[in-house]
Every structure is written in structure tokens, then in C-alpha cells.
């Protein structure tokens, strides 16, 4: 039986490993959650929009006579993790986990370190501050509970409604970023304070090197728990499991 993969997206990886799949030759659909406008364009056919939970995904899975799932959403995506492991385990259709490691901070880094959304805007619950937020659009929201605070925003697309903080300027971006332009970034904006997600990789990065560069502080929201899954580092590690994982490629 040829392999028909199914790619969870929305990552630069997802895009990566969607041309190296095309590459080979392989059959495949990349899945996109629909929150950003204009998603770059994918080498395999994409779909758009929730599978309605792991019983959605899984029914998806046999209707589309999938082979293999490979989760390559960003690692803050956890609920899609959570129900791809899930629905691998209602229909047997093998699982890995394309990740990357996560950021950490070197000796002259200042970073502190919160769980979760929540606990970052909790720590922001005091006097104002220039900061930058660089969390996505759709945590937005919950720093409303903050006003306080002026606010520089980098986000993929422009916000769609009000923010529910008054003082914000709106950088649409969508990377990858240099050090270079970065650090030029907080200067011009005097920013006192960096809040990042960590979310590992390249892509993203340049913001906290530049911060490190300044000597500024990080507030970094640590990554939400998944349970354990197969996982692989590389897209040549991903390649390497299709060719194994008891399927004839025919490549
Ligand atoms: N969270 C981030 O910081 C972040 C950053 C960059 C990119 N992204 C990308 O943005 C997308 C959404 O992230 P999220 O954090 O909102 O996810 P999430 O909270 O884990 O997912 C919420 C729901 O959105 C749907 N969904 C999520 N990813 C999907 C996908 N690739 N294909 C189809 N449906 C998907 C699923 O709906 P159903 O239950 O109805 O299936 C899922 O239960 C993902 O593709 C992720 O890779 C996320």
C-alpha cells in the first residue's frame, strides 16, 4: 500500500517537510487550523479548518484512507497534539511528532521563566512598561487584563477587532527576523521587556539575541505539556520513519 500522508501545520517545519514529501513523490494533504489570512503556499494540498476533535480527526483519517500522521504544529498547538495522539490510538494509524527543541537561556540571557499564558499576564500585573509581545493574535485577549502598559506587537495579520489595550503599535510581519533589524526594533521603541513564547526554532529567534545583545529581560511563557508520542527532530528523521514504519514508499 502507497502511503497518504496527513500533515498537521501551520509551521515552517509543516512547509519544509511538505516539499520533501512533493519531493519524493509521495502522496499527501497538509491540515491548516484557518487562523492566519493568507497561509503561505504548501507543496501538497492543503485543507482548512478543525477536524471536530479527536473522534472528527479520526473519523477523517479512515474517510480519507490515511497511512500516516505526522503532527508538525507549533508546540503551543496542544490540543491538536493531544487529539492527533488520540485519534492514532482510535484507528491504529501510526503517529510521530515532528518538534524542535526548545529555546534556553545562556549565562547572559535574563529570563524569566512562566507556565502558561495566564501566568505571563499575571506577571505583567504591575507598573507600565514599554513592552514587546510577541505571543499571536489569538492570545491577545488575555493581556487585556494588563492596559497599562505600551505595547509593540508583531503579529502575522492585523488584528481583527480591538485589542482592549489602549496604548499598542501593531508591527504586521510575518519573519523570519534578523538580529540586526530586531535590535533595532527594541531600540527604536524602547522596550523594556520582552515576552516571548518558547517556541524554539529559528524562525523567531532573533528577538531574544537581540534582547540578549541589550541586556534586556525575557519573560518566557514555557511550553504547555503533551502527552509522549514518537517524535522526530528533522525532516530527514520524518523521511526515514515513513520509509519504516511498515509501508512500501514505492520510491
Ligand atoms: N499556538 C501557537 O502559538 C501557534 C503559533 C504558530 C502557528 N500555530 C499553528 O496554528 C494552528 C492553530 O494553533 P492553536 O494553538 O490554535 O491550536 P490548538 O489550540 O491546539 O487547537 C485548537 C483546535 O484548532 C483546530 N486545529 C488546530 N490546528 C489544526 C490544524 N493544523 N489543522 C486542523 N485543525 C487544527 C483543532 O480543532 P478540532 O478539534 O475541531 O479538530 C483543534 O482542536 C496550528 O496549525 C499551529 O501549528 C500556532
Redesign the pocket.
Known amino acids: 500500500m502507497r502511503p497518504n500522508l496527513l500533515i ?4 515552517t517545519e509543516a512547509r519544509q517537510l511538505c516539499k520533501a514529501v512533493a519531493a519524493a513523490g509521495l502522496q499527501g494533504t497538509v ?3 484557518g ?1 492566519v489570512e493568507r497561509p503561505a503556499p504548501q507543496e501538497l494540498p492543503m485543507r482548512v ?5 479527536a473522534d ?2 479520526a473519523r477523517y483519517l479512515r474517510e480519507a484512507s490515511i497511512t500516516h500522521i505526522v503532527d508538525a ?2 508546540p ?6 493531544v ?1 492527533a495522539i488520540e485519534a492514532a490510538a482510535l484507528t491504529g494509524v501510526p503517529l510521530i511528532a515532528l518538534t524542535r527543541a526548545p529555546w534556553r537561556a545562556q549565562a547572559d540571557d535574563h529570563w524569566t521563566h512562566v507556565a502558561s499564558i495566564d501566568a505571563a499576564v499575571a506577571a505583567l500585573d504591575g507598573p507600565a512598561q514599554r513592552v514587546m509581545l510577541a505571543v ?1 493574535r ?1 492570545h491577545l485577549p488575555a493581556f487585556a487584563a494588563n492596559p497599562q502598559h505600551s505595547y509593540v506587537l508583531r503579529l502575522v495579520d492585523a488584528p481583527d477587532g480591538p485589542l482592549g489595550f489602549p496604548d499598542a503599535q501593531v508591527i504586521v510581519d510575518r519573519g523570519p527576523f534578523t538580529v540586526e533589524n530586531d535590535r533595532a526594533l527594541l531600540q527604536k521603541h524602547d522596550i523594556a521587556l520582552v515576552v516571548s ?1 518558547n517556541a524554539g526554532g529559528t524562525g523567531a529567534q532573533a528577538k531574544l539575541i537581540a534582547a540578549r545583545d541589550l541586556g534586556l529581560p525575557v519573560l518566557m511563557i514555557d511550553r504547555p505539556a503533551i502527552p509522549q508520542r514518537a517524535e522526530a527532530h528533522s525532516i530527514e528523521a520524518v523521511m526515514h520513519w515513513l520509509d519504516h514504519a511498515g509501508t512500501d514508499l514505492g520510491v
Not at 479548518?49 to 476533535?53: H, L, P
Not at 503551543?76 to 497534539?81: G, L
Request: charged share 5%; aromatic share 8%.
Open positions: 498537521l501545520g501551520g509551521t491540515s491548516m487550523a487562523r479548518g478543525g477536524f471536530g476533535g472528527g480527526l504544529t507549533h503551543f498547538a496542544a490540543q491538536m497534539s487529539n499571536g489569538m513564547k
